[in-house]
């Protein structure tokens, strides 16, 4: 594939949101979140994500907020604050059912058994679990044992989702996470002893000293083991925020180019082995809930990634977490300190967020749509999403021609398609539709 470097070395957004995250303020603080919270109606679907900001040790390679800690004090406090956060939320708001929670991190199994079994009683209390229809935890293989399975069995869990990064010994070093085949293996076979059947894998492209026979060799490897899903993210190298990452030799890193053959092959071996592309970086098979989502037009994309979540809103607790209502989005303040200060206090920790416009409602669908389904027609999604929104696009339009040159996009009139040689830079694609994108608020990875 042959691409100008104008396009293999442009950084956008990972598009989880719209307005993305850098652009969030202070003006939507706690208050705003208690108002959202009060006025969700009665019949509204929630799905629920509960962060856990700890790691036994940081990987190089890690771009999630968390810290390493080695003492038992901070996991104990951050878990009663977790709960005092959730019963802040019970106490806002009438039982409302829940067809979706995730567990992420950091390594949310750092908490401990009990208090997993604690938190997930708690929230049984405040939430209608009776229709949740996926129970998802993310997990680290090098901290899974048969107790935890057990634990995570009887918390209801039935998808797992396990960081595996790259099974070839020399990148493993390279960032920081020595993790043997083997080490995961086990850790599938002591997940499916218990009943938890779906299971997901996170793998990276772009890493240290990583090549193209590197990650053919670890697709392979994935694939036998048979998950159903596998999200393959290019590494986003952001020393200037993770501080962590200057670990990394840079010198070692691949390069755009380099990065782009290296998806290309994750996605040609894959499909050997049965697994459908979902999206920008996903991968299914086909009688998985993503891949029959996607079919139906049903993908959706939120902080987790892609995701079959019908949910109306989405609530976060914990440091950092996101969530989304009806009005707009809200985040937690990331610093442990002050997120356990005011939950301890009885207040909401959100510190900032968005309240949405017509206008960013409209573009909101249109990028998602961009990143789940690859195509719109501008002008059914005017009629149906605009919300009182008028925007004719010629702008937006104009700036497509250049993808249009390069083979990524076809255009007829108002409808876009992005090709599948277009596919590994969808981001670039739905950049044309961020307003925000020009302020300058933040720096992103490069868009391969």
Not at 243 to 258: G, V, Y
Request: one cysteine or more; hydrophobic letters at 40%.
């Amino acid at each position: 594939m042959v691409i100008t470097p104008a396009f293999a070395e442009q950084a956008v957004p990972r598009y989880t949101s719209y307005p993305t995250a850098p652009h969030f303020s202070s003006v939507v603080g706690a208050q705003t979140y208690a108002s959202w919270l009060s006025s969700l109606p009665p019949e509204a679907m929630l799905s629920l994500y509960i962060h856990v900001p700890y790691c036994s040790e940081l990987c190089f390679y890690c771009g999630c907020h968390t810290k390493a800690v080695q003492r038992r004090k901070p996991i104990e406090v951050y878990a009663d604050r977790l709960l005092d956060e959730i019963a802040l939320v019970g106490a806002s708001i009438a039982p409302r059912r829940v067809v979706h929670l995730h567990w992420g991190g950091g390594t949310p199994s750092i908490l401990g058994v009990e208090r997993l079994l604690e938190i997930t009683t708690k929230l049984k209390e405040v939430f209608d679990f009776t229709a949740v229809h996926e129970h998802a935890i993310e997990l680290d293989p090098r901290h899974v044992d048969r107790p935890l399975a057990g634990a995570l069995a009887a918390m209801g869990v039935n998808r797992a989702s396990l960081g595996v990064q790259d099974f070839t010994p020399h990148v493993q070093e390279a960032i920081g996470r020595i993790q043997p085949f083997g080490m995961v293996e086990q850790t599938i076979a002591m997940l499916r002893e218990v009943g938890i059947n779906q299971v997901n894998f996170d793998l990276m492209y772009g890493l240290p000293k990583q090549t193209t026979r590197d990650v053919r060799r670890t697709a392979e490897l994935a694939a036998s083991l048979q998950p159903q899903r596998l999200a393959w993210f290019g590494y986003a190298h952001v020393p200037w925020f993770k501080i962590h990452q200057r670990m990394i030799d840079e010198a070692t890193l691949p390069s755009p180019f380099e990065r782009l053959e290296q998806a290309e092959t994750a996605r040609e071996t894959l499909h050997k082995f049965g697994y459908r592309p979902i999206g920008l970086d996903h991968f299914a098979l086909s009688d998985d809930d993503l891949a029959a989502a996607q079919r139906c037009g049903l993908l959706r994309r939120n902080f987790q990634g892609y995701t079959t979540s019908t949910a109306d809103a989405l609530l976060g607790f914990g440091t950092s977490a996101i969530g989304r209502l009806p009005q707009g989005f809200v985040q937690n303040a990331s610093d442990v300190m002050s997120y356990s200060q005011a939950v301890a206090a009885g207040r909401f920790a959100t510190v900032k967020g968005v309240a949405l416009s017509s206008e960013d409602r409209l573009r909101g669908h249109i990028i998602e749509r961009l990143m789940c389904d690859l195509c719109i027609d501008l002008d059914t999604i005017a009629n149906n999403v605009a919300d009182g929104a008028k925007i004719e696009f010629d702008a937006e339009l104009t700036a497509l021609a250049s993808f249009e040159d390069e083979g990524m996009v076809r255009l007829d009139c108002r409808r876009i398609q992005v090709t599948e040689k277009g596919r590994p830079f969808m981001r670039l694609v739905a950049a044309v539709f961020d307003d925000y994108l020009q302020q300058g608020r933040a720096r992103h990875s490069v868009a391969i």
